[in-house]
Structure formats: structure tokens, C-alpha cells
């Protein structure tokens, strides 16, 4: 965005600023002096409304002409230099403190946009979830008691909190898929948001696609309740600053690395009957038929998810402390994964997991947040099955140079990063391929406003 008359109008303010209190003492000079105030007052109140020239009113050539012709007479009267001097490095100290607080207020300011849910957002769960009671609304896996546990149909897992973007995610796995009668879908969420979800997929259908709303608050499990785990734990993203040693110069590039939460490594408990499940972020868009995942041959591994070679395990040595490892092997992402349970309870994954997350010293919730990377990574290293690249198309919630072609062909756009596609912090160019998969005509989405 153009700011170039923005920086025009600032820099004539400091020189402005700089000479009128040595204007201000000169005898003769009050109509100047005068003139030269008025000036500065008109043009603090230009750039008080004004963070580019697109804000700027229509009459601001003419402002900026008249102080220039008020700085050039201030010029030619005689003023004492070193008063000048001293007020130019006044300014310039509190114009460097006032430009680090600023930065520094940008940067929480940022953080809290993107690690907040969106108002409207929380309006639309808290407004499905007061229609929930006030309907009292069928439960919807009373409706297919035959197909939860059937190892026969096509099982989709979603741990979420987020209606909206839950909603995206099944939709666009559904529209994009040959058959839609034998999919399940099983979205896990929380005590908050459980009534809410339930009553969203109630009223909103997806094809011949069943949808089951799981509070994982209310399940008994053996680990939940053994290790601490009881609440949800969400995918965590991870930022990893890589050197490119390749290149002539040492840079460093930022890519978000997103992995299991402590929740995942309950699949196996929570989902018993189950040989096979397919997990997907809330983030991730389906844009073709994931249907071939089920007869994929996952060569014995437990985990078929897409590997990110950019990151290895020998570049992760600090936070992977002593255990043993192949220091070759690469870093592997969540968003698009597909579980052989009978493998993960043949190799104990989940108790793999827990005794990493013990050795890691774990005291709180911070560091058994920080805990899933490298207990994730070395839980299951050596039981990776890779999948092709094409499966899945990293980095659309955080890198501006992703190809519009492989957008397209992709299998699936996995939105990782900071800029989800409904925040409004989202990559505008991006957020079109998530929009296309919005719920229209949905009446709570009308009355919170929800307009990513």
C-alpha cells in the first residue's frame, strides 16, 4: 500500500516541530510563528486519521505546499542552530521509542488476533448451543447405531473446536468424493462446543455422509484419566527456523511444522472396533476423492502422513535429548493422515508416547504442550509410510508464494500457519479454495455476522 505522501507529511512535521520553538522567541515573527503552528496542528490531525495515502483527504497537496512556503520563510529568519540541533535529536529519540513500542504492540496485537477465536465465531457456537437446549435436538449417533463401529465403511476423524471450520473440512471432503453413503465422519471436540456441533450437523447435512459429534470430555478412558490427558488436545503447530545452507549466503527460512496432539495417541481407545481411520485438520481443505487411502498398503508403518525432509531429526538434537534415532530421518506433518490402528496396538504407540512425555519432564501445561513435537516424532519414528507430495499442499496459512498450479491439482490445501483462511488475518488469494465450502443461508451465521 502507498504511503509515500504519509512520509512526506511526517518528515515535514519534525522539521516543523524542530524549528518552531526557536521561532516562537524571535520578536516581529508572530504572524509566522502563528502561521507555522496552525500548520503542525493541521497536519497532526491529517496523519492522526492516516496510515497511508489512500486515508488522506483530497486537500492534502495544498496542505503539504503551504508548510513547505511556511518552512522556507522559517528558513530564511535567523535562528539559533544548536536549538534546532537539540529539538531534531529530541524528536528523533521519542520517534525511535514510540516506533519500538509500536512494533512491539503490533507483534501481541498480532499474536492475539490469530490465537483468539474470532467474536463471530464464538457468537455462532454460543448460539447453536442455546438452540441446542431449546430444541432439544435428536442425537444423531442414536440415528446410525450400525455404522459406528463398522470397519467396513470409510471412518473420517476431526478433533476441532471450531464449528465453522469442522463444517469446511467434511464438506469438502464429501462433495469431492465418488460415494458419500459410507463415510463417517467423527468430529471430537470439547464440553464448550459439543452441544453447538451437534446441533450444526443436525441441521446441516452433507450428502449421505453421517456425521457423529464426540465429547471427549465424557469418554471413559483407561490413559485419560491415568496420565492426566482429560482435556482435548488440538494438532500443535510448531515455527522452525531452517538454514538454507545451500544457498551462497546463510538464510533462514520460518515453515510451521503441525503435529499429533496428546489426544491423537487415544485414537486406539477411542475408536476400538476400528481398524483404519482417516484423521484430517480442521485447517485442511479436500479438494479430490480420498477413497484410494483405504486400499493403500501402508507396507507395515502406522502412520501414512506426508513427510517434511526439510527438517530432519539430526537438525532437532536439543529437543530430542538421548534417545535413539536416525539423524536422516525427516520430520512428518499432521492435516492429512491415514492410521492403521491394529499396527499402532501392535506397536503399544500410545504407551511409546506417554513414557516420552514423562522423560521429557513435563511439570505443566506449557511444557506438555511444548512436549508433543519431539515425544510425537520419536513415538512413531520408523513407522512412517510416506505419502506422495501430491496428497497434500503445505503452507497456505503462512507462505505468500504458494503456486496457483499446485493449488489446483493438489489433494488437499492444508492451511498451516498462523493466517487460517477465517480469520481475516487469512491470505486473501488463498481464502477463495476454504470460502467455496462455507455453509450458505445458515441463519446463526447470518444473525453473529460470520463473514470470513
Given at each position: 500500500?502507498?504511503?509515500?505522501?504519509?512520509?512526506?507529511?511526517?518528515?515535514?512535521?519534525?522539521?516543523?516541530?524542530?524549528?518552531?520553538?526557536?521561532?516562537?522567541?524571535?520578536?516581529?515573527?508572530?504572524?509566522?510563528?502563528?502561521?507555522?503552528?496552525?500548520?503542525?496542528?493541521?497536519?497532526?490531525?491529517?496523519?492522526?486519521?492516516?496510515?497511508?495515502?489512500?486515508?488522506?483527504?483530497?486537500?492534502?497537496?495544498?496542505?503539504?505546499?503551504?508548510?513547505?512556503?511556511?518552512?522556507?520563510?522559517?528558513?530564511?529568519?535567523?535562528?539559533?542552530?544548536?536549538?534546532?540541533?537539540?529539538?531534531?535529536?529530541?524528536?528523533?529519540?521519542?520517534?525511535?521509542?514510540?516506533?519500538?513500542?509500536?512494533?512491539?504492540?503490533?507483534?501481541?496485537?498480532?499474536?492475539?488476533?490469530?490465537?483468539?477465536?474470532?467474536?463471530?465465531?464464538?457468537?455462532?457456537?454460543?448460539?447453536?448451543?442455546?438452540?441446542?437446549?431449546?430444541?432439544?435436538?435428536?442425537?444423531?449417533?442414536?440415528?446410525?447405531?450400525?455404522?459406528?463401529?463398522?470397519?467396513?465403511?470409510?471412518?473420517?476423524?476431526?478433533?476441532?473446536?471450531?464449528?465453522?471450520?469442522?463444517?469446511?473440512?467434511?464438506?469438502?471432503?464429501?462433495?469431492?468424493?465418488?460415494?458419500?453413503?459410507?463415510?463417517?465422519?467423527?468430529?471430537?471436540?470439547?464440553?464448550?462446543?459439543?452441544?453447538?456441533?451437534?446441533?450444526?450437523?443436525?441441521?446441516?447435512?452433507?450428502?449421505?455422509?453421517?456425521?457423529?459429534?464426540?465429547?471427549?470430555?465424557?469418554?471413559?478412558?483407561?490413559?485419560?484419566?491415568?496420565?492426566?490427558?482429560?482435556?482435548?488436545?488440538?494438532?500443535?503447530?510448531?515455527?522452525?527456523?531452517?538454514?538454507?545452507?545451500?544457498?551462497?549466503?546463510?538464510?533462514?527460512?520460518?515453515?510451521?511444522?503441525?503435529?499429533?496432539?496428546?489426544?491423537?495417541?487415544?485414537?486406539?481407545?477411542?475408536?476400538?472396533?476400528?481398524?483404519?481411520?482417516?484423521?484430517?485438520?480442521?485447517?485442511?481443505?479436500?479438494?479430490?476423492?480420498?477413497?484410494?487411502?483405504?486400499?493403500?498398503?501402508?507396507?507395515?508403518?502406522?502412520?501414512?502422513?506426508?513427510?517434511?525432509?526439510?527438517?530432519?531429526?539430526?537438525?532437532?538434537?536439543?529437543?530430542?535429548?538421548?534417545?535413539?534415532?536416525?539423524?536422516?530421518?525427516?520430520?512428518?506433518?499432521?492435516?492429512?493422515?491415514?492410521?492403521?490402528?491394529?499396527?499402532?496396538?501392535?506397536?503399544?504407540?500410545?504407551?511409546?508416547?506417554?513414557?516420552?512425555?514423562?522423560?521429557?519432564?513435563?511439570?505443566?501445561?506449557?511444557?506438555?504442550?511444548?512436549?508433543?513435537?519431539?515425544?510425537?516424532?520419536?513415538?512413531?519414528?520408523?513407522?512412517?509410510?510416506?505419502?506422495?507430495?501430491?496428497?497434500?499442499?503445505?503452507?497456505?496459512?503462512?507462505?505468500?508464494?504458494?503456486?496457483?498450479?499446485?493449488?489446483?491439482?493438489?489433494?488437499?490445501?492444508?492451511?498451516?500457519?498462523?493466517?487460517?483462511?477465517?480469520?481475516?488475518?487469512?491470505?486473501?488469494?488463498?481464502?477463495?479454495?476454504?470460502?467455496?465450502?462455507?455453509t450458505q443461508d445458515e441463519k446463526f451465521m447470518d444473525e453473529c455476522n460470520v463473514n470470513p
Amino acid at each position: 500500500m502507498d504511503d509515500s505522501t504519509v512520509k512526506k507529511l511526517k518528515d515535514q512535521l519534525f522539521v516543523a516541530r524542530a524549528y518552531y520553538p526557536s521561532l516562537a522567541k524571535l520578536n516581529g515573527q508572530q504572524k509566522l510563528s502563528h502561521d507555522m503552528k496552525q500548520n503542525i496542528q493541521e497536519h497532526e490531525h491529517m496523519l492522526s486519521e492516516a496510515i497511508v495515502d489512500a486515508d488522506l483527504p483530497t486537500f492534502v497537496e495544498k496542505k503539504i505546499q503551504k508548510m513547505e512556503q511556511t518552512i522556507a520563510r522559517t528558513k530564511a529568519c535567523t535562528v539559533d542552530c544548536k536549538n534546532v540541533d537539540k529539538k531534531l535529536r529530541q524528536i528523533l529519540d521519542l520517534t525511535e521509542d514510540e516506533a519500538n513500542f509500536h512494533l512491539k504492540q503490533s507483534a501481541f496485537l498480532y499474536q492475539l488476533g490469530v490465537q483468539t477465536m474470532p467474536k463471530s465465531l464464538h457468537c455462532l457456537s454460543m448460539r447453536l448451543t442455546v438452540e441446542f437446549f431449546k430444541s432439544l435436538s435428536t442425537d444423531s449417533k442414536n440415528s446410525h447405531p450400525n455404522k459406528l463401529d463398522s470397519p467396513n465403511l470409510m471412518h473420517f476423524v476431526i478433533f476441532s473446536k471450531n464449528i465453522l471450520a469442522a463444517a469446511v473440512t467434511i464438506n469438502s471432503t464429501v462433495v469431492n468424493s465418488q460415494v458419500s453413503q459410507n463415510m463417517i465422519f467423527h468430529v471430537v471436540t470439547d464440553a464448550q462446543n459439543y452441544y453447538g456441533m451437534k446441533l450444526w450437523f443436525v441441521r446441516n447435512s452433507y450428502k449421505e455422509a453421517t456425521i457423529v459429534v464426540i465429547n471427549f470430555e465424557e469418554l471413559n478412558l483407561e490413559h485419560l484419566h491415568n496420565d492426566g490427558l482429560t482435556k482435548l488436545s488440538l494438532p500443535v503447530e510448531f515455527r522452525a527456523y531452517i538454514h538454507k545452507m545451500d544457498q551462497p549466503t546463510t538464510q533462514m527460512s520460518t515453515e510451521y511444522i503441525t503435529v499429533f496432539g496428546h489426544s491423537h495417541y487415544l485414537l486406539p481407545e477411542i475408536f476400538k472396533n476400528l481398524k483404519r481411520v482417516v484423521v484430517l485438520d480442521d485447517d485442511v481443505v479436500v479438494q479430490r476423492d480420498l477413497s484410494s487411502l483405504w486400499n493403500l498398503h501402508l507396507q507395515g508403518k502406522v502412520n501414512g502422513a506426508i513427510e517434511f525432509c526439510r527438517l530432519r531429526f539430526g537438525q532437532l538434537k536439543m529437543l530430542l535429548g538421548r534417545n535413539s534415532y536416525d539423524a536422516d530421518s525427516c520430520a512428518w506433518m499432521s492435516g492429512l493422515n491415514i492410521i492403521d490402528l491394529e499396527k499402532w496396538r501392535e506397536h503399544n504407540v500410545t504407551g511409546t508416547y506417554l513414557r516420552l512425555l514423562e522423560s521429557f519432564g513435563t511439570k505443566n501445561e506449557t511444557s506438555l504442550r511444548a512436549a508433543a513435537f519431539p515425544a510425537g516424532l520419536l513415538a512413531l519414528k520408523n513407522l512412517i509410510y510416506p505419502l506422495g507430495e501430491r496428497w497434500s499442499l503445505l503452507g497456505l496459512g503462512h507462505n505468500y508464494s504458494v503456486n496457483v498450479e499446485d493449488m489446483k491439482t493438489a489433494t488437499s490445501l492444508h492451511y498451516n500457519g498462523q493466517m487460517k483462511p477465517w480469520l481475516d488475518l487469512g491470505i486473501p488469494e488463498y481464502k477463495k479454495y476454504w470460502k467455496i465450502y462455507l455453509t450458505q443461508d445458515e441463519k446463526f451465521m447470518d444473525e453473529c455476522n460470520v463473514n470470513p
